[in-house]
Nanobody, 119 residues
Framework: QVQLVESGGELVQPGGSLRLSCAASGRIFSIPLMGWYRQAPGKQRELVAT???????NYVDYVKGRFTISRDNAKNTVYLQMNSLKPEDTAVYYC?????????????WGPGTQVTVSS
């Protein structure tokens, strides 16, 4: 009923930039919170950044100043601009959204998009 689809992941050299996108579709009334998480090989999934429908943002310390999260509420889309990428940023990046429909609130995940930072 609700789908999240990420795009934009690819191989990039250290110091490079990428922009990830995630579009939500389906039965949606509103999306109070959207975010990006990542999971590197052998590690647990971890928070990268979140953004509310009002535009308030939150970042994990190790991406502050390098990554920027934004969203287009009209398109139910969230973005992650990643600059000054490092090899340790290599991971599968997952989109997350808290979606309201009627009286229901559910948490949804996208399938993930691979980001590889390597020379």
């Amino acid at each position: 009923q609700v789908q999240l689809v990420e795009s934009g992941g690819e191989l990039v050299q250290p110091g490079g930039s990428l922009r990830l996108s995630c579009a939500a579709s389906g039965r949606i009334f509103s999306i109070p919170l959207m975010g990006w998480y990542r999971q590197a090989p052998g590690k647990q999934r971890e928070l990268v950044a979140t953004i509310t429908s009002g535009g308030s943002t939150n970042y994990v310390d190790y991406v502050k100043g390098r990554f920027t999260i934004s969203r287009d509420n009209a398109k139910n889309t969230v973005y992650l601009q990643m600059n000054s990428l490092k090899p340790e940023d290599t991971a599968v990046y997952y989109c997350n959204a808290l979606i309201l429909y009627g009286s229901k609130a559910e948490n949804y995940w996208g399938p993930g998009t691979q980001v590889t930072v390597s020379s």
